[in-house]
């Protein structure tokens, strides 16, 4: 076992990076990486693996596709080259033995955004893709995912987001665009959807949520130039100019909203490319302070915020290139873990994979198999 404490500021990092003295005895292939004194993340190495080094996955997405109750599994892959995106089923244990490619051909996919486009029931799909539009594939109900048209124009698609903007009950489509196109498509989503520019700004990463309590669709773009994100909040009809959080020297490429300090309003949980991971601070839909919550040599694609152990408070994991990492947002001195490997992962996703009603978490990396991670509570042996 190899087991690293560092320092940062006041806050002591603890860094597992092969738990080996805790490989429970049932199995010999399986890593327990405790996370707190109550909570571990388990890997099996022989089974939670699943594409290769050569698909260059970019985005990974959980939802239930195949309408049996489970949570299957999207990996959306390509980046800059044609690949095959791939469809895992769930056989609602957290073990997928049937996979199919989704859609005729194989293209530059990253992100992805499950949702019911159609108003049928059943969980449809929606690509950005580098150098094409948005590919939108439609579910038969039962899992298969059939090519429906595109979106949008050709460009350098980054990543996705779902929201009703304007509240007529349909789900609209949001995409960040890197080379500046980012926009806003009005459901019902399909090929004849009404899109709306958004921003002209270099943005990989979006998210929505209500930041200012006016009950209103807001959006965060995460930029790769000009300055960390923009913030854009609606005013009921449209949304004003961008706030601009952060500076051009802290590159982002995932933004989460989440509680972080527990005052009551949405904070800006950000992964950097350039600098130390932060949370910009939110007070009334302004962002003028920030507490580093990772180190400054850490490089950080991809973010989900999911309160891990059930204390009512955010917590957060990076997908990173290098060690990913997670950040138990303990009262008084956040705790950071690194779980082994050295990929460089763009994407993660977060659900509960085996159905045991706790989170579990899926990497996607471009320069591997992606893996599954399942949380435990301490004395848990399954």
Not at 49 to 56: I, K, L, Q, R, V
Not at 118 to 146: C, E, I, K, S, Y
Not at 296 to 309: A, K, M, P
Request: proline content about 5%; some cysteine.
């Amino acid at each position: 076992m190899k087991l690293a404490t560092l320092k940062t500021g006041t806050v002591s990092v603890v860094s597992v990076l092969l738990a080996a003295c805790a490989l429970l005895p049932a199995h010999a292939d399986r890593l327990v990486i405790p996370l707190t004194d109550t909570e571990s993340l388990t890997h099996f190495e022989e089974f939670n693996w699943f594409g290769g080094e050569n698909d260059f996955s970019a985005g990974i997405s959980f939802a239930d596709f195949d309408g049996d109750g489970d949570l299957d599994i999207v990996s959306v892959n390509g980046r800059h080259w044609p690949v095959a995106d791939v469809l895992l089923l769930n056989d609602g244990k957290g073990h997928f033995p049937m996979a199919a490619e989704i859609g005729e051909w194989r293209t530059t996919g990253y992100g992805g955004c499950p949702a019911d486009i159609d108003d049928d029931g059943d969980m449809d799909l929606l690509v950005p893709r580098d150098w094409l539009p948005v590919a939108v594939f439609r579910n038969d109900g039962a899992g298969h995912l059939t090519e429906a048209g595109e979106i949008g124009e050709a460009s350098a698609a980054r990543d996705c987001a779902m929201a009703d903007i304007n509240k007529d009950g349909a789900a609209d489509l949001i995409i960040a665009d890197r080379k500046g196109g980012s926009f806003i498509a009005l459901g019902p989503l399909g090929p004849d959807a009404r899109t709306v520019q958004l921003s002209d700004l270099p943005a990989v990463g979006v998210t929505t949520g209500d930041l200012n309590d006016d009950g209103e669709v807001d959006m965060v773009l995460a930029l790769r130039g000009d300055a960390t994100l923009a913030v854009f909040l609606s005013n009921g009809d449209g949304y004003a100019a961008p706030v601009l959080v952060g500076n051009a020297e802290w590159e982002s490429r995932s933004v989460a909203l989440g509680d972080w300090d527990g005052d009551g309003d949405l904070d800006l949980v950000t992964a950097i490319l350039s600098g130390a991971n932060r949370v910009f601070l939110n007070e009334g839909g302004r962002f003028p302070r920030a507490a580093l919550i990772g180190p400054e040599d850490e490089v950080s694609q991809g973010l989900r915020v999911i309160d891990l152990n059930a204390d009512g408070r955010p917590d957060a994991i990076f997908a990173n290139e290098g060690p990913n990492a997670v950040v138990m947002n303990i009262e008084g001195l956040p705790q950071r873990t690194l779980l082994p490997g050295d990929e460089d992962t763009y994407d993660l996703a977060v659900g509960d994979m085996n159905g045991d009603g706790l989170p579990d978490i899926g990497f996607a990396n471009s320069d591997a198999s992606n893996t599954l991670f399942f949380l435990k509570r301490s004395g848990d042996t399954e």
